[in-house]
């Protein structure tokens, strides 16, 4: 009966989608099924050669043709089966990488609109897909968490320093976009990062606004400032800072951000952090050298290239760097080396 019913149901799928062509009819989803026949014949051949044996009246000719036949019959399942299993496998992983893909375009809703991913690998209507993400990601229903700020500090994390996670190769200008490759790998997972996170932040910003803060003194001020300075800590003791600083704090007004005492800034917008600009999926391509180098066979597939709209970037100078992103976590890994480029108002620049 349980051979029966595989059979049975195979021969209903066939005929129900054969308007679906090849690729429906191989779907992965129907081999579930054909699961049944095996465990059916493992069963039936004992019962088979018992009943075969208990005849009084048989011929070793019989008894041979009916061993061929089965022979021949299991080396041809086997066969078969053997070739629906690698392409099952491979079917696996494609379907794996799909789903990571979605869970990053997801993860990156509110900040990267991707609407061309989020139908492709999760749902037809990429407003609905929003706006139901939001309310779980609400709710704490959703892990990891979305991304809901373009500062990459929300997700990035310290890596570890015998861990290697990639490297940001290259940035070409092309006209009005940019040709940006290198590798990315998850040593944690021992495999490829599953999107590329490209980041921007101004060129000498930090240093440009320190001088004008704090202008550099002549040498004779300068020691006459010291040594005023010097004489004044000698007067204070660390109970009456703490409590001046304590009775200070009290009458602030609480902020999103640090003030300036607590060694923060002032103002959030001259915070000098990573800010997204785009994240790269489906970018992987082989490397060889990357498999011989850390003789691992999982680094073929770390590399990744890609060309970008100049659009995504404002006018200016900018350093460039580039962040593994793991999926399954959330977290984000800075890749090694940074660029420097210069858009301009008309184009992309050098």
């Given at each position: 009966?349980?051979?029966?019913?595989?059979?049975?149901?195979?021969?209903?799928?066939?005929?129900?989608?054969?308007?679906?062509?090849?690729?429906?009819?191989?779907?992965?989803?129907?081999?579930?099924?054909?699961?049944?026949?095996?465990?059916?014949?493992?069963?039936?051949?004992?019962?088979?050669?018992?009943?075969?044996?208990?005849?009084?009246?048989?011929?070793?000719?019989?008894?041979?043709?009916?061993?061929?036949?089965?022979?021949?019959?299991?080396?041809?399942?086997?066969?078969?089966?053997?070739?629906?299993?690698?392409?099952?496998?491979?079917?696996?992983?494609?379907?794996?990488?799909?789903?990571?893909?979605?869970?990053?375009?997801?993860?990156?809703?509110?900040?990267?609109?991707?609407?061309?991913?989020?139908?492709?690998?999760?749902?037809?209507?990429?407003?609905?897909?929003?706006?139901?993400?939001?309310k779980l990601n609400?709710?704490?229903?959703?892990?990891?968490?979305?991304?809901?700020?373009?500062?990459?500090?929300?997700?990035?994390?310290?890596?570890?320093?015998?861990?290697?996670?990639?490297?940001?190769?290259?940035?070409?200008?092309?006209?009005?976009?940019?040709?940006?490759?290198g590798w990315a790998?998850?040593?944690?997972?021992?495999?490829?990062?599953?999107?590329?996170?490209?980041?921007?932040?101004?060129?000498?910003?930090?240093?440009?606004?320190?001088?004008?803060?704090?202008?550099?003194?002549?040498?004779?001020?300068?020691?006459?400032?010291?040594?005023?300075?010097?004489?004044?800590?000698?007067?204070?003791?660390?109970?009456?800072?703490?409590?001046?600083?304590?009775?200070?704090?009290?009458?602030?007004?609480?902020?999103?951000?640090?003030?300036?005492?607590?060694?923060?800034?002032?103002?959030?917008?001259?915070?000098?952090?990573?800010?997204?600009?785009?994240?790269?999926?489906?970018?992987?391509?082989?490397?060889?050298?990357?498999?011989?180098?850390?003789?691992?066979?999982a680094y073929l597939?770390?590399?990744?290239?890609?060309?970008?709209?100049?659009?995504?970037?404002?006018?200016?100078?900018?350093?460039?760097?580039?962040?593994?992103?793991?999926?399954?976590?959330?977290?984000?890994?800075?890749?090694?080396?940074?660029?420097?480029?210069?858009?301009?108002?008309?184009?992309?620049?050098?």
């Amino acid at each position: 009966m349980i051979a029966l019913y595989s059979i049975i149901s195979a021969l209903i799928t066939s005929v129900g989608r054969v308007a679906f062509g090849v690729e429906s009819a191989l779907s992965s989803k129907y081999t579930t099924f054909s699961l049944y026949l095996i465990i059916a014949i493992i069963h039936l051949l004992p019962i088979v050669f018992s009943h075969i044996y208990s005849q009084k009246n048989y011929r070793k000719s019989q008894v041979w043709l009916y061993k061929i036949t089965v022979a021949i019959a299991i080396t041809g399942l086997m066969i078969l089966h053997y070739g629906s299993f690698t392409y099952s496998v491979k079917e696996i992983k494609y379907s794996y990488q799909l789903r990571m893909e979605g869970k990053t375009c997801l993860s990156f809703i509110n900040i990267i609109e991707n609407k061309s991913c989020v139908q492709e690998n999760i749902l037809a209507s990429y407003d609905y897909v929003k706006d139901l993400a939001n309310k779980l990601n609400y709710l704490g229903m959703l892990k990891p968490n979305l991304v809901t700020s373009n500062n990459i500090e929300a997700i990035a994390t310290k890596k570890q320093k015998d861990k290697n996670y990639g490297s940001l190769d290259g940035i070409i200008p092309l006209n009005s976009w940019y040709f940006v490759n290198g590798w990315a790998f998850l040593p944690e997972r021992n495999e490829p990062a599953d999107a590329i996170i490209l980041t921007y932040k101004k060129e000498g910003r930090r240093k440009k606004e320190e001088g004008r803060r704090h202008p550099p003194l002549p040498p004779f001020e300068r020691g006459e400032e010291e040594g005023k300075r010097k004489k004044w800590m000698e007067t204070q003791t660390p109970t009456n800072e703490e409590g001046r600083r304590k009775k200070w704090m009290e009458t602030q007004t609480p902020t999103n951000y640090k003030h300036s005492v607590d060694g923060g800034v002032s103002n959030p917008k001259e915070k000098d952090d990573w800010i997204i600009f785009d994240v790269l999926m489906s970018a992987q391509t082989q490397r060889e050298n990357l498999v011989q180098l850390f003789n691992n066979p999982a680094y073929l597939n770390a590399g990744w290239e890609q060309t970008i709209s100049g659009k995504l970037l404002p006018k200016g100078k900018w350093k460039i760097a580039a962040w593994a992103f793991d999926a399954r976590s959330g977290k984000a890994y800075k890749l090694d080396t940074n660029h420097q480029i210069t858009k301009n108002g008309s184009g992309v620049g050098e």
